[in-house]
């Protein structure tokens, strides 16, 4: 049923988007996905490799537009700035690779979405806690490049739509582990709101509406079930791969039903905002 709404509504939303491009008739408007993992609909295989995918968020929303993804894997703040992680023709980075292929199509585009962050704090929840030095320097981070990145997309696309989007919390699949576990999953909350405070604080400054993935996994829902999960727990059981035993799991890639959580709140906001 979501996959068959979202359908309707992807297709709804590319007949709004169309209308703001110069050129909304032939061909197709463009619809350019940049960010990390998330933006490329990376999921992990039978034997727990990950790869790109067309089961993202992105492909949700592409009917009736000209899909391009440059989105990378592993990708932080830093590195799409500066590159060093996915290799680009005539391009350091992934951000120059959005300025060149945005200056060539120029008013053309007509929807951008944006995803990143999350690779620059991945690592600071461990089996022992939160490393609270790591977040500062992930949070720091964002704070630094993100109005970088957003300053010079604007610059080249003045005309499209932007969309960035909040994180979810993987973390919260610790809840399952035993009482160490719950205080790790409880602790993990806020500091994934503080990180989206970082996220939402920069896109506003820059006129973006952020697609609110945090609600849409239910992050801040400890609200438990029949079986005594909390809700926000049984979500990202159900919607990532972060509950699969090995070798697919734990992964904090969503599955096809997460992807479409995605594409959801970013639907949300086109319909909304514009």
Do not use: K, W
């Given at each position: 049923m979501l996959k068959k709404w979202l359908l309707a509504s992807a297709s709804a939303a590319a007949l709004v988007l169309a209308t703001g491009t110069?050129?909304?008739?032939?061909?197709?408007?463009?619809?350019?996905?940049?960010?990390?993992?998330?933006?490329?609909?990376f999921q992990p295989d039978a034997q727990g490799v990950g790869h790109p995918t067309a089961q993202g968020f992105d492909h949700d929303l592409a009917?009736?537009?000209?899909?391009?993804?440059?989105?990378?894997?592993?990708?932080?703040?830093?590195?799409?700035?500066?590159g060093g992680v996915c290799t680009y023709p005539g391009a350091k980075s992934q951000l120059d690779a959005a300025v060149n292929f945005?200056?060539?199509?120029?008013?053309?585009?007509?929807?951008?979405?944006?995803?990143?962050?999350?690779?620059?704090?991945?690592n600071c929840a461990t089996a022992t806690g939160i490393d609270m030095t790591c977040l500062a320097q992930g949070v720091g981070a964002i704070q630094a490049n993100l109005p970088v990145i957003l300053d010079r997309l604007k610059a080249v696309?003045?005309?499209a739509k932007f969309v960035g989007l909040n994180l979810y919390d993987p973390f919260l699949a610790a809840f399952l582990q035993g009482d160490a576990g719950q205080q790790l999953a409880r602790q993990s909350v806020p500091?994934?709101?503080?990180?989206?405070?970082?996220?939402?604080?920069?896109?506003?400054?820059?006129?973006?509406?952020?697609?609110?993935?945090?609600?849409?996994?239910?992050?801040t829902d400890f609200t438990p079930g029949a079986d005594g999960i909390p809700?926000?727990?049984?979500?990202?059981?159900?919607?990532?791969?972060?509950?699969?035993?090995?070798?697919?799991?734990?992964?904090?890639?969503?599955?096809p039903a997460g992807y479409c959580l995605m594409a959801g709140a970013v639907l949300d906001k086109l319909v909304t905002r514009w």
């Open positions: 110069a050129a909304s008739a032939s061909p197709a408007p463009i619809y350019l996905s940049l960010g990390d993992s998330l933006s490329v609909g009917h009736g537009l000209r899909l391009t993804e440059l989105g990378c894997p592993a990708e932080t703040t830093t590195s799409m700035i500066g945005l200056t060539a199509h120029r008013n053309r585009v007509a929807l951008i979405t944006i995803v990143i962050g999350a690779t620059d704090v991945e696309a003045p005309y500091l994934t709101q503080q990180v989206n405070g970082i996220l939402a604080a920069a896109y506003g400054q820059h006129n973006v509406p952020v697609a609110d993935v945090e609600s849409a996994f239910h992050t809700l926000n727990v049984a979500t990202i059981c159900h919607d990532t791969f972060m509950c699969q035993p090995p070798p697919v799991g734990p992964n904090i890639h969503p599955n």
